[in-house]
């Protein structure tokens, strides 16, 4: 990244390019990962003062929480210890921001056969579900709060930050689907009401 580009982006965004870049918007990415990819978009950046060549964690802890909060677009969910993923909001951005990162390696980390077999599974799953049966005969209003939760795979019991994780895997990864990313919207929008 040139130097002006760098300085374009603030740090609460170069960590969330960073966590796109290393697979976020479908895994959890652990900080210390986030760490050196943030350093190689921005070189120096994330480091010590004192010890130039070394990254300080503790700086791109802070920035990472900063990309949570509301005021700075809420980009990502997570914490140190359970890795970042990114939101809604932070894919988009970063989707629209990665592309003028010239001269800067853009290359994703590819799917793992675990990984890519599970998009697979998944992806069948979904398209078997009743709700997806109701959206192709066009009957969304006859579609249940119960059966939207099934679609993600959650229920009562899945609450807070693992409710909103499975729901943003989903939309994440499928988001660009013909078949599904309709029907993930809708149910995401008639699961957010009836909290």
């Known amino acids: 990244m040139t130097s002006s580009k760098a300085k374009a982006l603030s740090n609460h965004e170069i960590v969330t390019l960073a966590v796109y870049l290393l697979g ?36 791109v802890r802070t920035f990472l929480s900063d990309a949570k909060k509301p005021k700075n677009g809420a980009y990502l969910i997570g914490a140190g210890k359970d890795g970042w993923i990114l939101t809604g909001a932070g894919l988009t951005f ?12 853009l290359s994703r980390k590819a799917l793992s056969p675990k990984e890519r077999n599970w998009e697979r599974r998944e992806r069948e799953r979904m398209l078997s579900s009743d709700a997806f049966a109701k959206f192709s005969a066009n009957q969304i209003d006859t579609i249940s709060t119960q059966e939207a939760e099934s679609f993600f795979r959650v229920d009562a019991y899945v609450t807070g930050e693992a409710r909103k994780e499975k ?25 957010s009401k009836g909290e």
């Open 24 to 59: 976020g918007d479908s895994k959890r990415i652990d900080t210390e990962d986030i760490a050196v990819k943030a350093n190689e978009l921005a070189p120096g950046r994330f480091a010590w003062r004192k010890y130039p060549n070394q990254i300080n964690i503790e700086n």
């Open 94 to 105: 970063a989707t629209s921001r990665v592309k003028g990162l010239g001269g800067v390696d």
């Open 167 to 191: 729901i943003l895997r989903a939309r994440n990864r499928f988001r660009e689907d013909s078949e599904l990313g309709p029907l993930i919207k809708l149910l995401e929008s008639k699961l």
